[in-house]
């Protein structure tokens, strides 16, 4: 087989993963059990034309929060966010991985904008991979909690 077809046989699998992705956050986003509303217009993930991992998307976050928590004015509800991380990067995981955590923000999100963008991904996505975040190098003062278990 010829280097080109490998090339075009891989990206056809990226776009056959990143429909399968799609399915999957439509699914959590539309979901009306266990209580959750998905807190953000759109999934959030890494762009960036300067590195190479941000030419390709292999980590999706979506943010839910508990639809019994009070809704505020900037539209987030006072209670904890609930990260929900699809992850695709094969330099951290065997095999595609969710990850779920709880953050919880010491205002209770009060000060914080209404809405967030796509792009601050970082902001969800580094407190799961870099646990010295959580030592006040951060300018979010917050407690998380990682589990394995569902």
Not at 16 to 24: I, P, S
Not at 60 to 78: E, G, H, T
Not at 82 to 97: H, K, Q, R, T, W
């Amino acid at each position: 087989m010829c280097l080109g077809k490998n090339i075009h046989d891989a990206f056809e699998i990226v776009a056959e993963t990143y429909e399968n992705v799609d399915k999957l956050m439509r699914f959590l986003k539309d979901s009306k059990d266990g209580g959750f509303v998905h807190s953000s217009k759109r999934f959030l993930r890494q762009r960036s034309d300067l590195e190479i991992e941000g030419w390709y998307l292999n980590s999706f976050i979506l943010l839910f929060q508990n639809s019994n928590d009070k809704l505020m004015s900037n539209k987030w509800r006072k209670g904890p966010i609930y990260v929900l991380e699809i992850n695709l990067n094969p330099s951290l995981y065997d095999e595609p991985m969710v990850n779920l955590a709880k953050y919880e923000y010491s205002d209770n999100l009060s000060s914080w904008n209404e809405g967030i963008t796509s792009g601050e991904h970082r902001i969800f996505f580094n407190p799961l991979y870099n646990d010295s975040l959580f030592e006040g190098e951060d300018d979010f003062d917050y407690a998380y909690e990682i589990t394995d278990e569902v």
